[in-house]
């Protein structure tokens, strides 16, 4: 990797290389050493920017958070239909593809969970927060008679992130009877039942 000049960029250098790392071999194989050979450098450097891994950790897990959040809530902004906002999440939820390192590591913290409770807190707090995104899009549709719901908004917007997180699951495993194009049919599928809109 190239030389860098700051420390921002170093960290996130860092961050991407155990984003990598978590990829390919899960948490528990996380070691400095590892870090610092998919990143180019010394583990005493890695030691310096993060003495403690678990605060890396707390980086990648910070790095889907604002991926599955803070841009998707970013987005929607920018959108003024109901149904838009709706074919923005449910397009920006979903990974990129078997190659999208940064969805494959959140799963890695899902399947961690039960190992790990703080793991499990923290895939708690970020399916709370992408529920609320579609309960938000759900509640504003229903109000301009853009949607008439089947279920209650919760309900529906919990289907949507658990939907959205079993299909990546598939994708992520390299599942070959679905990719990120038939599952976003499938959601949109789902919104129509659910909706009554047709995205």
């Known amino acids: 990797m190239a030389r860098v000049r700051n420390q921002d960029?170093?960290?996130?250098?860092?961050?991407?290389?155990?984003?990598?790392?978590?990829?390919?071999?899960?948490?528990?194989?996380?070691?400095?050493?590892?870090?610092?050979?998919?990143?180019?450098?010394?583990?005493r450097l890695v030691a310096y920017y993060y003495p403690e891994i678990d605060d890396l950790i707390d980086e990648v897990y910070r790095s889907a958070v604002d991926r599955y959040y803070w841009q998707r809530l970013e987005a929607i902004t920018k959108l003024d239909s109901p149904r838009d906002r709706l074919a923005n999440l449910i397009d920006s939820g979903l990974p990129a593809g078997e190659g999208d390192m940064l969805s494959r590591a959140l799963y890695e913290f899902s399947v961690n969970a039960g190992r790990e409770p703080s793991h499990g807190t923290l895939m708690t707090l970020l399916f709370e927060r992408e529920v609320s995104l579609y309960a938000a899009v759900l509640e504003a549709g229903q109000a301009s008679g853009d949607f008439t719901l089947t279920e209650s908004v919760l309900a529906v917007a919990q289907n949507?992130?658990?939907?959205?997180?079993?299909?990546?699951?598939?994708?992520?495993?390299?599942?070959?009877?679905?990719?990120?194009?038939?599952?976003?049919?499938?959601?949109?599928?789902?919104?129509r039942s659910a909706t009554g809109a047709d995205l």
């Open 9 to 43: 960029a170093r960290r996130g250098q860092l961050v991407a290389a155990a984003i990598q790392v978590i990829a390919d071999r899960g948490l528990g194989a996380v070691r400095a050493k590892d870090i610092a050979e998919v990143a180019g450098i010394s583990p």
């Open 160 to 191: 949507f992130v658990a939907l959205e997180d079993a299909f990546g699951m598939y994708i992520n495993g390299g599942n070959s009877s679905l990719d990120t194009g038939a599952a976003a049919a499938l959601l949109r599928s789902y919104a």
